[in-house]
């Protein structure tokens, strides 16, 4: 608090600093009126001395409170701002630009959020999930729906529009994808399955990638000599921690080495070509083949009186694959190297140590030689002569 006195009056002056998107904002009373103004500073120094100089220069009269800036609605700032800051900065990602960009045009349709203000969101969220819930919409879709609100709300106090953001909360009781098929499931599925689509579901279950990186594969990043089996080089994929070589197990070598032979030991090129715009294979070429292998599955099934195996997206044998090397005994770090995550975080919802090994553990720990405790050093015994 700093005290001021102009014209025979004393003006008391409240202060506080607060960090925003990076940058700080200051705000105070000054004659009952609340000041608020973001310093675009990432310096607390700096950002109280403009405080400082703001609260001084109104104490002395030299400057007059300021209009603040309105602020805008969520419709224009979707419009104005946000979505062309997505897709200058997913130009590179262009199915994340069209997740935001999907998103935020939902968001933009419901009139009741859409034209409120970006300081005004909170009481209205409530209303959007109960518009979603009608359209029958499950709690994962509204939860990422909530997941880009939230960050164009965050982006708003990042630019200066609004000194706070809104919390917005993911609603609960989202499940994740937790399907992990079985050996049998595994065998039986790729004995119906279609080329590609076989050869690719046997090197996602047995490389653990994600099915773009598979499909981007090229014969130039596959090498034949390192390793035991050899290499292969994911060079695109969600993140940073993408990029990796993977060793190859048996029956990727097997399938690798017979496509390549077959088309004649190419030394660059797509593995999976297709007549797609991009050249290789992508989840639409193979969403047919895919459904189509479970019926037949499920015709087999029914001849022999087996049980149909139940149907799964592409991305379950990364899962599957993963959810094995954790119960193999892998550590989150292997895992997360070999999977590509960009934290241990999410590798460790893999690896969940068995009470054996737990057990062991402990028992190692047990064996190992008590630490020496640190004791006066005791005189030698006194001879007697």
Known sequence: MAIFKRGGKVVEVKGKLKRKGGVYWYHFYFNGQHVQESTKQGNPRVARNMESAHRTSLAKGEVGLRERKPVPTLRQFITNEFL???????????????????????????????????????GRVASYVAHRQ?????????????????RILHLAVEWGHVPQTTKIKMLPGETRRERVITPNEEARYLAAAPEPLASIATVLIDSGMRPEECFRLQWEFVTWVNGRYGTLLVTHGKT??????????????????????????????WIWPAPTRSGHVEPSSLRKHHGKTFETVAEEAAKNDLKPVRPFVLYTLRHTFLTRLGQSGCDAWTLARIAGHSTIGISARYVHPSEDAVLAAITKLSAAPPRSETTEPQSPPMLTM
């Open 84 to 122: 062309p800051w997505a897709e200058a900065t997913f130009r590179a990602k262009q199915k994340t630009f069209l997740w935001y960009r999907g998103g935020a045009r939902r968001l933009r349709e419901f009139e009741p959020i859409a034209n409120a203000k970006l300081d005004q969101i909170g």
């Open 240 to 269: 940073a921690a993408a990029r990796r070589t993977l060793p190859m197990t048996p029956r990727v070598r097997n399938i690798l080495e017979t496509r390549w032979k077959a088309a004649g030991k190419p030394i660059e090129g």
């Open 134 to 150: 009608a359209d029958e919409l499950n709690i994962t879709a509204i939860n990422r729906e909530l997941q880009i609100l939230r």
